[in-house]
């Protein structure tokens, strides 16, 4: 049983003072699903890069704490070996490393047994339909969107780590491969106990990968949790309650306009 838990999080862009997050607070248990949804520009994404390790931010308050252990001070690499796994919005182009070189040296760095290794990528490719052709490709170099996103869900696959946040899983990846990418995450949830976070715009990722709770992120806050009807209503309302305008930007990069709190931009639009 493993336990993510984020607590009171604040972020800035290193160098600047520009705060990005302003206090997350989220719990993420083994088997759970928990999904971020929220207007472009709220800081999903700089959450994730900031639970990974992604330079270029600073810490400026709160924990983040994995199965008791603090995972700030860490570099990315050794969260990834406590069992934290990131699939990236924009999966990076990595010339003259294959996937299956990646895969092989991050069994290697944890001592994990590497003569199944081959039969357990095939497994994995077969299982999200992923061309063999692609496993002996410099990593996602060339990839179209979907195909990366699919690479990023063979490694989690293949990996098994104890949590992943997953950001924006489902952009550039058809029906089909939508499909099979959710459904698998969602066998990880029951199969390995995986721990979800996943980032997403659209409610149709979350037919196959079950939410227990969907989160608005808006304005570097988590603004409302629900349960995943939540999801359903987000797409059909938009985030104008939540300080965002109908085209999903979030005002002013989040942050309130002159005059506004807040608490105006975030005020309970059913209260
Ligand atoms: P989301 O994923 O919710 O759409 P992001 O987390 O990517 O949003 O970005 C949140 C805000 O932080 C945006 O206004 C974005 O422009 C800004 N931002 C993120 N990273 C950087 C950076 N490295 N330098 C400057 N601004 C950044
Ligand atoms: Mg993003």
Redesign the pocket.
């Known amino acids: 049983m493993s336990e993510l838990i984020i607590s009171g999080l604040k972020a800035i ?1 290193s160098g ?1 003072g ?1 705060e ?1 997050l302003r206090g997350i607070d989220l719990t993420i248990r083994s088997g759970e699903v928990h999904a971020i949804m ?10 994730s ?1 900031v639970l990974m390790g992604k330079p ?2 600073s810490v400026t308050g709160g924990t983040v704490e994995l199965d008791g252990v603090d995972i700030l001070s860490m570099e990315t690499w050794q969260r990834a070996q406590a069992g934290l796994f990131l699939g990236m ?1 924009y999966p990076t182009e990595v010339p003259g490393v294959s996937l299956r070189d990646m895969l092989a040296a991050s069994f290697a760095a944890s001592d994990r047994n590497r003569d199944d290794l081959d039969s357990l990528i095939r497994s994995e490719a077969d299982r999200i339909g992923f061309d063999q052709k692609f496993l002996e490709r410099p990593l996602n170099v060339d990839l179209s969107g979907g195909e990366k996103k699919r690479n990023e869900t063979l490694q989690l696959g293949v990996l098994r780590p104890k949590i992943a946040i997953l ?1 924006e899983l489902d952009s550039g990846l058809d029906v089909d491969a939508l499909r099979m990418v959710s459904q698998r995450v969602e066998a990880a949830t029951e199969e390995d106990q995986l721990g979800v976070l996943v ?1 997403t715009h659209y409610s149709r990722l979350l037919e196959e990968l079950r939410p227990d709770h969907v989160h608005v ?1 808006a304005g570097g806050r988590i603004v409302k949790s629900g349960g995943p009807v939540l999801a359903d209503e987000l797409e059909e309302t938009g985030y104008a309650s939540y300080g965002a305008d109908d085209d999903g930007e ?1 005002e002013a ?2 942050q309130p306009s002159e005059g506004e709190t807040f608490a105006d931009m975030f005020a309970d639009p059913l209260a």
Not at 38 to 47: D, E, F, R, V, Y
Request: charged residues 10%; glycine residues 24%.
């Open positions: 862009i600047t520009t990005i929220g207007p472009n520009g709220a800081g999903k994404s700089t959450l890069h270029g931010y919005q950001d980032i992120l979030a990069g989040g």
